[in-house]
């Protein structure tokens, strides 16, 4: 069994650097068994907040949040965000109801599904967590006085020619709104319209964050929803073809599971981020074949690469303009890329081993 303890406590430790602390804090974390939510609740864990994980296990995976069960201030509920959900009331006519939950502090509305394979086959529900999820989610924080913390996505910006690479949180995005990446691409958009509309019509104090690839121990991995750092590990583990999609020159920037979650606890603390939209990824931009070539050299694999055929819609560039983040949260990512790659085959090592 992986052990991630050693990378809980360097968050912790980053995050005490800047006296960032959230014990005594109530906070509700929807998709908290998914891959960020699950470190996301770890480390409040540890730092002695209550933390309410809402999951309907649908991406997200009871393995991740096993360890936490019998931890007295954390609570799971087996929740899908996109039907209502009442806290602090025991009969509503239009929804579930916990009734001894009487006041959250936060809500952290992390939850949807996020990879390319499962957009084609779960679109509805995708459009779901995104729009009526995030609704609901808003309906929480309105009724206890919360603050709203909300992950987007870089896939806001779309498919952005190469002059608005860098991408600036300015930059409006260049979205196709009916094709295979729409489900995700526009609700994560009507997302960050509901909660701006919240913000001017309640007052909700609200911070959007988007996230950029990011990739690390507990990631996702298996044939139908992987994304491309398990699919090239796995393949490169078991000497399997690495599959690039199309001929490899698209790229992405890739951020290291420690740095992201250092970044999105940095961004719920700081007063600065309140109504601000903030990119929260690597500008370390490099092609998808430079990747594949990387992962055969950390796994001494004997794999060669083949191509498939290009995604439709598959973004040619993503790489975010970080000054925001360094600004207003005082964050910048710090992991190298090869760093974090080998602690992310050390684990599928671990895992694959299990299976
Ligand atoms: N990709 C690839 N082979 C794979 C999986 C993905 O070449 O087995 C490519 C994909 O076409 C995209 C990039 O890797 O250009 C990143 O894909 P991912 O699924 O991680 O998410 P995205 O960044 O597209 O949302």
Redesign the pocket.
């Known amino acids: 069994m992986y052990d991630h303890e050693k990378e809980i406590q360097e968050i912790i430790k980053r995050l005490e650097k800047e006296s960032i602390k959230f014990n005594e804090k109530i906070i509700l974390v929807t998709g908290g068994a998914g891959f960020l939510g699950s470190w996301i609740c770890d480390v409040l864990i540890e730092q002695g907040a209550y933390c309410i994980c809402l999951d309907n296990l649908s991406s997200g995976s009871f393995d991740n949040i096993s360890h936490l069960m019998d931890k007295k201030n954390f609570r799971f509920l087996n929740h899908d965000i996109s039907k209502p959900i009442y806290f602090g009331l025991t009969n509503h006519p239009m929804g579930i109801c916990v009734g001894d939950i009487e006041k959250i502090d936060i809500v952290m509305h992390m939850a949807s599904r996020a990879?390319?394979?499962e957009f084609t086959k779960f679109p509805i529900s995708i459009l779901k967590s995104n729009t009526l999820g995030t609704m609901n989610a808003l309906g929480i924080a309105k009724a206890h006085n919360a603050l709203f913390f909300y992950t987007s996505t870089s896939?806001i910006y779309g498919n952005p020619p190469d002059s608005a690479v860098p991408t600036p949180e300015t930059y409006f995005g260049h979205v196709n709104p009916v094709g295979p990446r729409s489900c995700y691409d526009e609700s994560k958009r009507a997302g960050e319209a509901f909660i701006k509309a919240y913000e001017l019509q309640h007052k909700i104090k609200a911070k959007i964050i988007r996230i950029f690839?990011t990739y690390g121990p507990r990631i996702r991995y298996g044939a139908l929803f992987?994304?491309?750092?398990p699919?090239?590990i796995h393949q490169a583990l078991n000497d399997k073809d690495i599959?690039?999609?199309?001929d490899?020159s698209?790229t992405?920037s890739f951020t290291y599971v420690v740095d992201e979650v250092e970044g999105l606890l940095k961004a719920v603390h700081f007063n600065a981020a309140n109504g601000e939209v903030i990119n929260l990824g690597n500008d370390n931009e490099l092609t998808?074949l430079e990747l594949a070539e990387l992962i055969i050299e950390l796994t001494n694999s004997n794999s060669k690469i083949t191509h498939?055929p290009?995604?439709i819609d598959?973004?040619v560039r993503?790489c975010p303009v970080l000054e925001k983040a360094k600004r207003l949260i005082k964050w910048k990512p710090t992991t190298p890329l090869k760093e974090g790659l080998r602690v992310t085959i050390e684990w599928f090592k671990s895992i694959e081993n299990e299976d």
């Open positions: 990879s390319p394979f896939e690839n992987g994304r491309v750092i699919n090239f599959t690039v999609f199309g490899g698209q992405r998808i498939n290009l995604p598959d973004p993503r």
